[in-house]
């Protein structure tokens, strides 16, 4: 099995579309066998799932994502796991041993990615944050 991380460091990274770093992790009989850096331009719900299912990931990992980007991995046959926070190892980890399941934290504002401060937008807290708008608005950015 093939699990992709979006990582910008060795944590996992807030927001799936403005990843240009993911880990991907070979996973055989339970235990991490490998890992590689994959760089990308490419940002985006659009341009990423083609990128990361060309690299042969089966599953990705990462803090939040946007429900286009959720569809266009569902659509190249990947498996989305959002929520996720920590280290990208341990993240990978939890998931093989069944401990890690989809929080389905998604970022659900308008995606000017302005970040403008008010309700139904990020702000600039960080990586890792998830923050409540109202209005059942879910995000975690951690490209600010």
């Known amino acids: 099995m093939k699990i992709a991380v979006a990582a ?3 944590e996992v990274f807030g927001h799936f579309g403005k990843c240009g ?3 991907l992790y070979t996973v055989e009989d339970g235990a991490i066998t490998g890992r590689e850096e994959l760089v990308t331009a490419a940002h985006g719900h659009s341009a990423l799932p083609p990128f990361l299912k060309e690299h042969g990931a089966q599953v990705v990992l990462c803090g939040g994502m946007g429900e286009g980007a959720r569809n266009g991995l569902g659509f190249v046959g990947i498996k989305a796991v959002s929520g996720v926070t920590g280290p990208a190892d341990e993240a ?3 998931y093989v041993a ?3 399941t989809d929080g389905g934290v998604t970022c659900g504002h308008h995606h ?7 309700e139904g937008h990020c702000h600039g807290h960080g990586e890792g944050h998830c923050h409540d708008h109202g209005e059942g608005h879910t995000c975690q950015c951690g490209s600010h």
């Open 92 to 94: 990978v980890r939890a």
């Open 21 to 23: 770093r993911f880990l």
């Open 8 to 10: 910008e460091t060795e």
């Open 98 to 100: 069944g401990t890690l």
């Open 112 to 118: 000017d990615h302005g970040h403008e401060h008010g």
